[in-house]
């Protein structure tokens, strides 16, 4: 089982980022992909997640309506489209896979992790 995130980078604020979990050695079926992320000096916190079996979509409050977690099937990937991102959304983001699917926004309920991305949004 492996994750590989993808496709951070350096916005500007108000900018768009996709970032991509690409998943091998497992199928999402029986998956939920939680995105996480960590900020200087802070702690890592639960940012969003998709349960692969249902479909459902869960995000934390601060990025609701600018984030969007989505999966393609074909490619075994899920995304997170992140719009109109603003400076407090600088962070490494990680993506995890938890086998009971209960998108938890604790980090130890997951059970796999992807390395992380850096995501920098600066003018």
């Known amino acids: 089982v492996q994750l590989q995130a993808s496709g951070g980078g350096l916005v500007q604020p108000g900018g768009s980022l996709r970032l991509s979990c690409a998943a091998s050695?497992?199928?999402?079926?029986?998956?939920?992909i939680g995105w996480f992320r960590q900020a200087p000096g802070k702690e890592r916190e639960w940012v969003s997640c998709f349960n692969g079996r249902s479909g459902r979509t869960y995000y934390e409050d601060v990025v609701k309506g600018r984030f969007t977690i989505s999966r393609a099937n074909a490619k075994n990937t899920v995304y997170l489209q992140m719009n109109s991102l603003q400076f407090e959304d600088t962070a490494l983001y990680y993506c995890?896979?938890?086998?009971?699917?209960?998108?938890?926004?604790?980090?130890?309920?997951?059970?796999?992790w992807g390395q992380g991305t850096q995501v920098t949004v600066s003018s």
């Open positions: 050695g497992f199928t999402l079926d029986y998956y939920a």
């Open positions: 995890a896979a938890d086998v009971s699917r209960l998108c938890s926004p604790y980090e130890n309920q997951y059970d796999y």
